[in-house]
């Protein structure tokens, strides 16, 4: 049986209803793919061995681009932030001005940034290949769930390394600010130090770990998703491997206002 | 057996499956044969519970699989060996690893005993010593083989190949149903091909039936098809340039 054609004057309204109900569905399997890989994180049999070589995959491998995008970051922030200090006589809060912007936001953001970059665009290349091959197919039909040996396990590394990594991007990014403001602009190392552990309490602390754990998850839901449900062909592979660094990279920068208005 | 009723399934506004009924027999070798695009993979997907039909029913052993999901789903799916078109061998794993990996997975037997049975099933498929290697190292005609040993390991009752010889050489193409036709007669399964390589599927099928058009419209023995008087069927296994769109 055909369907009547609408009014004219009610067409936009149907267009702009299935839109919204479009969005609605795809949010909502995006939502249940999350659900599923946390289900079977919670029930046997667990991938402990794929989880350890998500680890190598997202951390270990990332490490390199972390140690030099912390070092340079903070030996940016130490540079401008000093020229700044100086014009009010306030040089010696260096160390807590690089420290706090490194902790509270730069140091989760950057590190998840770039660990998108790096680990996050291949996770989504890789399963969607997976998927284009019929590689996860064939795990579904030994009756082996995919999303418990490919998404789970990602998810839990990403939990795992994101903090780790945001630590690493912290740590290096403060002894880059040291290297400019202590070595080459002759603060004391004191004063640089010193001032760092009155200024920082645990709280920064707390509020960039939170983050980076929010974020390990993000980033690992959107490329696990996008590479599970990717086109056809290495044209497919290519947009959900673009799509899944644009939106992990968007809203990583949209979860971070949020989480910095509620936390203290 | 496998009985599929009145399958229908569509995809947007293109109906691939239009009321599809076919018989498998237990213990067959059942070949489907059909034009590129006509539907045969899609058939072949909604009997290994892949896609979802929009009517119809598949009875494997009298149970729906269109009907069945979660673990009952997965119960079905274990008595099941499937033979992709590509292979879908998991590229991050030797060849050995990739054939024990549903052992390991699914039947979880101890590592002497999959190394066992690994090699064996590799030595069936004339691949002995070749486990070591990545599949990105080796030919063709040896993916297929390793995918053949990897659905062959668990010993299913029902094994489905989507075109097996896809890309393959004429001499590989016979190897590689040969060597369907010996683990066929030695093991017993039941096996549901798509394929279109004619005439070589006649040699090794005990049933062929012609997709056309979203139904089959012709099903038999070789012999019979091969003297089908039905139009659509002549044209296909002659390979008549004109095609079925005359019929």
Redesign the interface.
């Known amino acids: 049986m055909t369907e009547r054609p609408l009014p004219l004057v009610l067409r936009p309204l149907d267009a702009i209803g299935r839109g919204a109900i479009a969005v609605v569905e795809a949010l909502g399997r995006f939502g249940m793919f999350l659900a599923e890989a946390l289900g079977t994180l919670l029930t046997p049999p667990f991938k402990f061995w794929a989880f350890i070589d998500r680890i190598n995959y997202i951390g270990y491998r990332s490490l390199l681009i972390i140690l030099l995008t912390g070092g340079f970051t903070g030996m940016v922030l130490g540079l401008q932030v000093y020229f700044t200090l100086v014009r009010f006589g306030s040089e010696a809060y260096l160390g807590p001005a690089v420290a706090l912007s490194l902790i509270r936001e730069l140091g989760p953001v950057l590190a998840a940034l770039m660990v998108t970059g790096r680990a996050g665009s291949a996770l989504t290349a890789e399963i969607g290949i ?1 998927r284009i ?3 996860i ?2 795990l ?5 769930n995919p999303v418990r040996y490919l998404v789970a396990p990602s998810i839990l590394a990403g939990l795992v390394t994101f903090p780790l990594m945001t630590a690493i991007f912290d740590t290096v990014g403060i002894f880059g600010g040291y290297l400019v403001g202590v070595e080459l602009l002759g603060l004391s190392q004191g004063t640089y130090f010193g001032e760092m552990q009155t200024f920082v309490d645990l709280n920064d602390i707390m509020m960039g770990f939170w983050k980076s754990l929010s974020f390990g998850v993000l980033v690992t839901w959107v490329c696990t998703y996008k590479g599970f449900h990717v086109g056809h062909g290495a044209e497919g592979v290519a947009k959900a491997t673009t799509d899944a660094v644009v939106l992990s990279s968007v809203l990583i920068l949209v979860w971070d206002y949020f989480m910095g208005t509620v936390l203290p | 057996m496998i009985k599929i009723e009145r399958l229908v399934k569509s995809f947007g506004s293109q109906q691939v499956l239009r009321g599809l009924d076919l018989e498998v027999a237990t213990g067959s070798i059942t070949v489907i044969i059909g034009r590129s695009g006509g539907g045969k993979s899609v058939l072949l997907r909604h009997l ?3 896609l979802r039909p929009d009517g119809g029913r598949v009875l494997v052993n009298g149970a729906d699989v269109t009907r069945l999901g979660g673990r009952a ?3 079905v ?2 008595r ?1 060996g ?1 033979v ?3 292979g ?4 991050s794993m030797t060849c050995a690893a990739n054939v024990a ?2 052992l390991r ?2 039947l979880r037997l101890p590592a002497a005993e999959v190394a066992t049975r690994v090699e064996a099933s590799l030595a069936q498929v004339g691949l002995e010593g070749m486990g070591s290697k990545y599949p990105a190292e080796v030919s063709g005609g040896m993916r297929k083989r390793v995918a053949i040993a990897r659905a062959l390991v668990t010993e299913p009752e029902i094994v489905f190949f989507d075109e097996p010889t896809t890309g393959l050489d004429p001499i590989l193409v016979n190897t590689i149903h040969h060597l369907v036709l010996n683990l066929h007669r030695k093991l017993r399964f039941t096996a549901v091909m798509v394929s279109h390589e004619i005439p070589e599927i006649f040699e090794i099928a005990d049933a062929v039936a012609m997709l056309h058009d979203g139904r089959i419209v012709e099903v038999g023995p070789p012999g019979v098809i091969q003297a089908s008087p039905n139009r659509v069927v002549r044209q296909f296994i002659r390979g008549e340039p004109e095609g079925a769109e005359g019929a």
Request: hydrophobic share 45%; proline share 3%; aromatic share 12%.
């Open positions: 997976m091959t019929e590689q197919d064939a579904t039909v030994m009756a082996l | 290994i519970g892949l789903l997965d119960e799916r274990r099941y499937v992709f078109q590509g879908a061998l998991f590229d990996f549903p997975e699914n």
